[in-house]
């Protein structure tokens, strides 16, 4: 049991709509663009393996819409992640200041273990545009990072794909270590978790 | 040379349906055979597939004394048939092995006479049906009987290819029709199956004080039924592994007027069996795990009389053509009064659709736009108020941008409008091109160009979002306005559409989200009612909170069908022809289809949700739209079947004995629940599954929005 590592690393992505979540998955999944992904309603994921040192890890890709009130049923798909991406436009000053509101969000809703150590990547996105007046500079965003638990910070263009690999290698690597610590601290919880399990079951009323 | 036999009667074009499907059926003859030396008794009743005399080269013969009337034909010899083929559904058996032959006449609604061999070894061969129309010498006899004015056979009734196969057979066989039956004939009856006979006969009468009856009734009665599952390609095996009861003696059954009744309403939907038996499977399999709900269910279906009508899928479902321009405008007189009913005009709707031109006028009376009862001009002043509406409300907003443009929601919303509008249904070719320069220089947008249609959707989203002000403009929106946008072409029109549409959709939109909760709720009760097996499956994978339909209710199906199918499963829904909730057995129907694939290979949520998604663009709208119709008329007669047993034991001091206490949840059940009913163990029909049955649209407000709060 010590040793088992787990299959598959389950990564969410959220923040405000048309930051370009589904772009930056698809671009580091498929190597494709478009600006006419349509709008996600409910969720979806796309799976890519990456060679972190000496071991092959697969990741899940969980895309999410970007509309607040489409988060209430998320539960669902926020459970088990081993790592939360956050995605804002640095065009858009409003998708950054959004950023602590999805991180909450994802603690309350994803309820781990430690929230306090739970991996989670910034990314700015959509630097491939020249907007010099609206633009969050990249300062600005470190500075926020930095004080929000020392969270990666990465700027990417979905659409030149600028900095989407690079990204995507830290948020496997910090996915992969919350995993085995994870994967640590069950050593001593089995028992009880076991139990619970036993305990569940469907409620058919 | 084999031992050659003799053929003392055939009938050709005598068919076994081994499946629901027509092009399945198999041709063959039905014959009487004695092997060499052999008596009376010895003599082989036989069905034989024409493919298998075309082999042995008996095929001449057997045509030869089928149309031998006057049997002068003294040897006509043929192989022996064997009892059972491997091939093929054709078996013999001597007489001395039958124990009775159930026998079904043509009759309107089931064109084909059948009879049902029963042999003492309790097995019942295949069904075998006389098409007469298709036989030469049964067409001959019939045309002789007509012109000699005499259609009728012997016993009155019409006269029919099954009629000379039984005066044959009586040549070697004492047959005798049991009293109170002309259905069935026990072939040479000792006497103590006369006896038999007649006791069950008598305790058919008592049935209602002896419960130990029923229950052994019951019993056998599924084991008839498994019997009859076997003539269908669902293997005997299986059939008999799912009712290890103990086998009763199916000669008793037999006799039963009601089993005879059973078989009666049986005969005509024994072409469903194959659907049916494969239900039963999953009854079977499911009541093996322990539920308090689904064995309560089981119980039920095993348990009651009735239960073959819940069982029985009789129903069918057949889509029509679209209705075309022509049909749609007889359907009014010259000043345009609807001639038919407006139920009438719906039903064609629901089970055919509109082709393309007629959609413009169509979609106006479905969204209830203008009247089904109205004039064409009024309905013209109607439509010209529309646009005058319209006008007014874009004005509101358009006169009053300069306080707009410094309202943080109002911006908000329009940028999120206008990124959505951008990236929806840009495949179409109405909003494919980009050949405008945008109007706002300062727009995102302004590089990549706009056109006409996009910039009117958004106009419409952004007056939509004004005047439904509590709820605005929500993610998924543009998706059910641009289909409307299309086929009106008018956007004042589009408008008071989408309007209409929207109240039935605001549901799914509210911010804490309960109208989406509620279906998908909905949808687990459904399942759990319908589709018991996959239910359970599901429930093992974490999966019924049924997030996987979201996008498909959020949109209905917007982005799971292709644009055309889109159109038509809307205006099929808009007709809330069987129940306003349609939607929800189209994702029935889709989980239905896919339920075998789901159970045998996708056990996590993540799987099952990569597995819904990506039938996107995949799916047969005719079939999934035939199937969601079936399924909701399962439905109804299950809810019906509920509620008449459960009337049924409130009356009832009998069943009362041994009962507990239980309280219904739902009103019809109320008055009834101070009795001591044995109810629970009939499944629980919530408040959510009785609303299905409503024609009612539901709508649900959203509240007032908190001026602090953005349109998240």
Same mark, same amino acid.
């Given at each position: 049991m010590s040793h088992r590592k787990k299959a598959m690393l389950k990564i969410v992505i959220l923040g405000d709509s048309g930051v370009g979540k589904t772009?930056?998955?698809?671009?580091?999944?498929?190597?494709?663009?478009?600006?006419?992904? %349509?709008?996600?309603?409910?969720?979806?994921?796309?799976?890519?393996?990456?060679?972190?040192?000496?071991?092959?890890?697969?990741?899940?890709?969980?895309?999410?819409?970007?509309?607040?009130?489409?988060?209430?049923?998320?539960? *669902?798909?926020?459970?088990?992640?081993?790592?939360?991406?956050?995605?804002?436009?640095?065009?858009?000053?409003?998708?950054?200041?959004?950023? %602590?509101?999805?991180?909450?969000?994802?603690?309350?809703?994803?309820?781990?273990?430690?929230?306090?150590?739970?991996?989670?990547?910034?990314?700015?996105?959509?630097?491939?545009?020249?907007?010099?007046?609206?633009?969050?500079?990249?300062?600005? *965003? /470190?500075?926020?990072?930095? *004080?929000?638990?020392?969270?990666?910070?990465?700027?990417?263009?979905?659409?030149?794909?600028?900095?989407?690999?690079?990204?995507?290698?830290?948020?496997?690597?910090?996915?992969?270590? /919350?995993?085995?610590?994870?994967?640590?601290?069950?050593?001593?919880?089995d028992a009880i978790n076991i139990h619970l399990d036993s305990d569940k079951s469907p409620c058919m009323c | 040379m084999t031992s050659k036999a003799k053929l003392l009667y055939s009938k050709s074009k005598v068919y076994v349906h081994p499946t629901p499907n027509s092009k399945d059926n198999i041709p063959g003859f039905v014959g009487l055979v004695r092997p060499s030396h052999a008596e009376d008794s010895g003599i082989l009743v036989a069905w034989v597939p024409e493919d298998d005399l075309k082999v042995n080269h008996d095929y001449d013969q057997y045509v030869k004394v089928d149309l031998d009337e006057n049997l002068v034909l003294k040897e006509a010899l043929v192989s022996t048939p064997p009892p059972s083929s491997f091939s093929s559904y054709g078996f013999s058996v001597p007489i001395r092995d039958i124990y009775s032959i159930y026998y079904k006449r043509p009759s309107l609604g089931w064109w084909w006479g059948s009879i049902t061999i029963n042999t003492r070894g309790s097995e019942t061969l295949p069904a075998i049906f006389f098409h007469d129309s298709e036989s030469p010498s049964t067409k001959n006899e019939q045309k002789k009987r007509n012109k000699d004015f005499d259609p009728f056979s012997n016993d009155g009734n019409l006269y029919w290819g099954g009629d000379t196969f039984l005066l044959y057979l009586e040549k070697y066989a004492k047959l005798v029709n049991p009293s109170g039956s002309n259905n069935i004939f026990l072939v040479n009856p000792t006497q103590e199956d006369l006896d038999l006979y007649s006791n069950s006969n008598n305790k058919v009468a008592a049935k209602d004080e002896e419960d130990p009856f029923v229950k052994v009734f019951n019993d056998v009665k599924w084991k008839v039924l498994s019997k009859l599952a076997s003539v269908t390609k669902f293997s005997r095996n299986t059939a008999q592994q799912l009712f290890d009861s103990t086998p009763p003696k199916v000669k008793t059954l037999l006799n039963i007027p009601e089993v005879q009744k059973v078989n009666d309403d049986f005969g005509s939907a024994k072409v469903y069996l194959a659907k049916w038996a494969l239900g039963i499977a999953e009854e079977a399999q499911r009541s093996k795990r322990k539920s308090v709900y689904n064995e309560g269910y089981r119980k039920f279906l095993k348990g009651e009389l009735g239960d073959f009508e819940l069982l029985s899928i009789d129903f069918e479902s057949e889509r029509r053509n679209p209705i075309g321009i022509k049909e749609w405008n007889a359907f009014f007189d010259p000043i345009g009064h609807l001639v038919l009913t407006v139920e009438e005009v719906k039903e064609r709707i629901f089970h055919g659709g509109l082709q393309p031109e007629v959609r413009p006028q169509a979609w106006l009376f479905l969204l209830e736009i203008i009247p089904w009862v109205s004039t064409d001009k009024e309905r013209k002043k109607i439509l010209n108020q529309k646009r005058h509406e319209y006008n007014d409300l874009k004005k509101l907003w358009w006169d009053d941008l300069e306080n707009k443009n410094h309202d943080e929601f109002w911006l908000d919303q329009k940028s999120r409008i206008e990124k959505d509008v951008h990236r929806t249904d840009r495949s179409v070719s109405f909003f494919a091109e980009a050949e405008v320069s945008h109007p706002d220089p300062n727009s995102r947008f302004a590089e990549t160009g706009t056109n006409a249609h996009l910039e009117q959707m958004k106009d419409m989203l952004i007056t939509y979002n004004e005047y439904n002000k509590n709820l605005g403009y929500i993610q998924g929106m543009s998706d059910l306005l641009s289909p409307l946008y299309v086929v009106f072409q008018d956007d004042a029109v589009a408008f008071a559409a989408f309007c209409k549409f929207m109240d039935r959709m605001e549901r799914n939109f509210i911010r804490d989200q309960s109208g989406m909760r509620d279906q998908l709720l909905t949808i687990d009760h459904l399942v759990q009612l319908m589709l018991p097996q996959l239910y359970e499956h599901l429930a093992q994978a974490d999966s019924t909170h049924f997030f996987f339909f979201f996008r498909m209710i959020l949109v209905w199906f917007k982005r799971e069908f292709a644009w055309d199918d889109v159109l038509t499963l809307w205006e099929v829904l808009w007709t809330n022809y069987y129940s306003s909730d349609f939607v929800l057995f189209v994702a029935l129907a889709i989980l239905d289809k896919h339920k075998d694939i789901i159970m045998t290979h996708l056990n996590q949520f993540d799987e099952i949700l990569k597995y819904m998604n990506e039938l996107s663009m995949t799916m047969d709208l005719k079939d999934i739209l035939e199937r969601a119709e079936i399924q909701f008329l399962n439905f109804r007669k299950a809810i019906d079947m509920v509620d008449r047993k459960r009337q049924d034991m409130s009356s009832s001091t009998f069943l009362a004995s041994g009962s507990t206490d239980y309280s219904l949840t739902d009103t019809e059940g109320s008055k009834a629940a101070k009795q001591k009913l044995t109810d629970h163990e009939l499944p629980n029909i919530t408040r959510d599954l009785r609303n299905l049955l409503s024609k009612e649209i539901v709508i649900v407000k959203e509240v007032e929005r908190d001026p602090d709060v953005g349109g998240g």
């Amino acid at each position: 049991m010590s040793h088992r590592k787990k299959a598959m690393l389950k990564i969410v992505i959220l923040g405000d709509s048309g930051v370009g979540k589904t772009s930056l998955i698809r671009q580091y999944v498929d190597n494709k663009f478009s600006t006419q992904y %349509k709008a996600t309603i409910g969720a979806d994921f796309f799976n890519r393996e990456l060679q972190v040192d000496d071991h092959t890890v697969k990741m899940q890709l969980w895309d999410t819409a970007g509309q607040e009130r489409f988060q209430s049923l998320g539960v *669902a798909f926020y459970r088990g992640a081993d790592c939360c991406v956050l995605v804002y436009d640095v065009n858009n000053p409003k998708s950054f200041e959004a950023l %602590k509101a999805w991180r909450d969000e994802f603690l309350v809703q994803a309820n781990p273990r430690d929230p306090e150590t739970f991996p989670f990547v910034v990314v700015g996105n959509k630097v491939d545009i020249e907007d010099n007046n609206k633009r969050v500079s990249t300062k600005r *965003a /470190q500075a926020f990072c930095r *004080a929000n638990g020392n969270m990666p910070y990465f700027e990417t263009s979905a659409k030149e794909a600028i900095g989407v690999e690079a990204a995507f290698e830290v948020i496997a690597r910090n996915a992969l270590s /919350q995993a085995e610590s994870e994967d640590y601290n069950e050593d001593f919880t089995d028992a009880i978790n076991i139990h619970l399990d036993s305990d569940k079951s469907p409620c058919m009323c | 040379m084999t031992s050659k036999a003799k053929l003392l009667y055939s009938k050709s074009k005598v068919y076994v349906h081994p499946t629901p499907n027509s092009k399945d059926n198999i041709p063959g003859f039905v014959g009487l055979v004695r092997p060499s030396h052999a008596e009376d008794s010895g003599i082989l009743v036989a069905w034989v597939p024409e493919d298998d005399l075309k082999v042995n080269h008996d095929y001449d013969q057997y045509v030869k004394v089928d149309l031998d009337e006057n049997l002068v034909l003294k040897e006509a010899l043929v192989s022996t048939p064997p009892p059972s083929s491997f091939s093929s559904y054709g078996f013999s058996v001597p007489i001395r092995d039958i124990y009775s032959i159930y026998y079904k006449r043509p009759s309107l609604g089931w064109w084909w006479g059948s009879i049902t061999i029963n042999t003492r070894g309790s097995e019942t061969l295949p069904a075998i049906f006389f098409h007469d129309s298709e036989s030469p010498s049964t067409k001959n006899e019939q045309k002789k009987r007509n012109k000699d004015f005499d259609p009728f056979s012997n016993d009155g009734n019409l006269y029919w290819g099954g009629d000379t196969f039984l005066l044959y057979l009586e040549k070697y066989a004492k047959l005798v029709n049991p009293s109170g039956s002309n259905n069935i004939f026990l072939v040479n009856p000792t006497q103590e199956d006369l006896d038999l006979y007649s006791n069950s006969n008598n305790k058919v009468a008592a049935k209602d004080e002896e419960d130990p009856f029923v229950k052994v009734f019951n019993d056998v009665k599924w084991k008839v039924l498994s019997k009859l599952a076997s003539v269908t390609k669902f293997s005997r095996n299986t059939a008999q592994q799912l009712f290890d009861s103990t086998p009763p003696k199916v000669k008793t059954l037999l006799n039963i007027p009601e089993v005879q009744k059973v078989n009666d309403d049986f005969g005509s939907a024994k072409v469903y069996l194959a659907k049916w038996a494969l239900g039963i499977a999953e009854e079977a399999q499911r009541s093996k795990r322990k539920s308090v709900y689904n064995e309560g269910y089981r119980k039920f279906l095993k348990g009651e009389l009735g239960d073959f009508e819940l069982l029985s899928i009789d129903f069918e479902s057949e889509r029509r053509n679209p209705i075309g321009i022509k049909e749609w405008n007889a359907f009014f007189d010259p000043i345009g009064h609807l001639v038919l009913t407006v139920e009438e005009v719906k039903e064609r709707i629901f089970h055919g659709g509109l082709q393309p031109e007629v959609r413009p006028q169509a979609w106006l009376f479905l969204l209830e736009i203008i009247p089904w009862v109205s004039t064409d001009k009024e309905r013209k002043k109607i439509l010209n108020q529309k646009r005058h509406e319209y006008n007014d409300l874009k004005k509101l907003w358009w006169d009053d941008l300069e306080n707009k443009n410094h309202d943080e929601f109002w911006l908000d919303q329009k940028s999120r409008i206008e990124k959505d509008v951008h990236r929806t249904d840009r495949s179409v070719s109405f909003f494919a091109e980009a050949e405008v320069s945008h109007p706002d220089p300062n727009s995102r947008f302004a590089e990549t160009g706009t056109n006409a249609h996009l910039e009117q959707m958004k106009d419409m989203l952004i007056t939509y979002n004004e005047y439904n002000k509590n709820l605005g403009y929500i993610q998924g929106m543009s998706d059910l306005l641009s289909p409307l946008y299309v086929v009106f072409q008018d956007d004042a029109v589009a408008f008071a559409a989408f309007c209409k549409f929207m109240d039935r959709m605001e549901r799914n939109f509210i911010r804490d989200q309960s109208g989406m909760r509620d279906q998908l709720l909905t949808i687990d009760h459904l399942v759990q009612l319908m589709l018991p097996q996959l239910y359970e499956h599901l429930a093992q994978a974490d999966s019924t909170h049924f997030f996987f339909f979201f996008r498909m209710i959020l949109v209905w199906f917007k982005r799971e069908f292709a644009w055309d199918d889109v159109l038509t499963l809307w205006e099929v829904l808009w007709t809330n022809y069987y129940s306003s909730d349609f939607v929800l057995f189209v994702a029935l129907a889709i989980l239905d289809k896919h339920k075998d694939i789901i159970m045998t290979h996708l056990n996590q949520f993540d799987e099952i949700l990569k597995y819904m998604n990506e039938l996107s663009m995949t799916m047969d709208l005719k079939d999934i739209l035939e199937r969601a119709e079936i399924q909701f008329l399962n439905f109804r007669k299950a809810i019906d079947m509920v509620d008449r047993k459960r009337q049924d034991m409130s009356s009832s001091t009998f069943l009362a004995s041994g009962s507990t206490d239980y309280s219904l949840t739902d009103t019809e059940g109320s008055k009834a629940a101070k009795q001591k009913l044995t109810d629970h163990e009939l499944p629980n029909i919530t408040r959510d599954l009785r609303n299905l049955l409503s024609k009612e649209i539901v709508i649900v407000k959203e509240v007032e929005r908190d001026p602090d709060v953005g349109g998240g």
